[in-house]
């Protein structure tokens, strides 16, 4: 957890806790995001952090008080509970934002198509590391700065790749979660909390890297490089 006063630099941009308020850097998408943080509460969805204007150059949030799942993870995300935990937080996330409509003019930082009827607005960067934990309870995810329209399996096949993890040998490692077996069994644990088919999800990951390679920015494509590598602790 981020001490009072303190700052900390995180792969895309540096947060400054004041109080149990966070501090960071305004983009064009501020005013996007903002407005579906603010819908997330009038809704009564309570684990993402909550709009609370901004100050000079910085938007303002309130903190979720926990801590990230850095490598090598928790117990908790290490067991079925903890992956569970995740699949019904994103379940709970997508029906609470399906009744979000984003603002005509909203610019979103991680946008690659136009929203429609029956998109969501996807959280768009689901790594463990923006998944705060209090114990054995998820409390929410952090860093809504690439949220943007989309379709919401793309949601659960991003949070699959990560939280599985799907990834490479050397990721499955430094998570201590390894073996065919064990992840085959996370998978259908996600998805079963969830409530979604592992074959549609594992179609969907597969185009969705598709689409990521194709389309993703040098500054996106360093940032998921790095991943939860660049805030192992």
């Not at 501020?30 to 910085?58: I, Y």
């Not at 903190?63 to 090598?72: I, Q, T, V, W, Y």
């Not at 409509?101 to 991680?110: E, K, T």
Request: overall charge neutral.
């Amino acid at each position: 957890m981020i001490e009072d006063g303190s700052t900390d630099r995180g792969s895309v941009t540096t947060v400054r806790r004041i109080s149990a308020t966070i501090r960071r850097p305004t983009g064009m998408w501020t005013p996007a995001v903002h407005a579906l943080l603010r819908h997330l509460e009038a809704v009564g969805f309570s684990r993402a952090p909550r709009a609370l204007g901004t100050d000079g150059t910085d938007e303002v949030l309130s903190m979720l008080f926990g801590e990230p799942a850095f490598s090598p993870w928790p117990e908790t995300l290490r067991s079925s509970r903890g992956v569970a935990e995740l699949g019904r937080w994103l379940r709970e996330y997508h029906d609470a934002v399906r009744t979000f409509r984003p603002p005509a003019d909203a610019h979103w930082q991680g946008q690659e198509e136009t929203w429609q009827p029956g998109m969501v607005i996807r959280h768009g960067d689901l790594g463990p590391w923006n998944s705060i934990w209090d114990g054995g309870q998820l409390i929410g995810f952090i860093d809504w700065d690439f949220a943007a329209p989309g379709h919401a399996i793309d949601d659960l096949a991003q949070l699959a790749w990560y939280a599985v993890p799907l990834r490479p040998v050397e990721q499955q490692r430094r998570a201590s979660v390894t073996g065919s077996s064990i992840l085959k069994d996370r998978l259908h644990v996600l998805c079963d909390a969830y409530g979604e088919q592992t074959a549609a999800v594992i179609e969907a990951l597969d185009a969705l890297q598709s689409r990521d390679r194709a389309h993703r920015t040098p500054r996106e494509a360093r940032h998921r490089a790095m991943g939860d590598l660049s805030r192992a602790r």
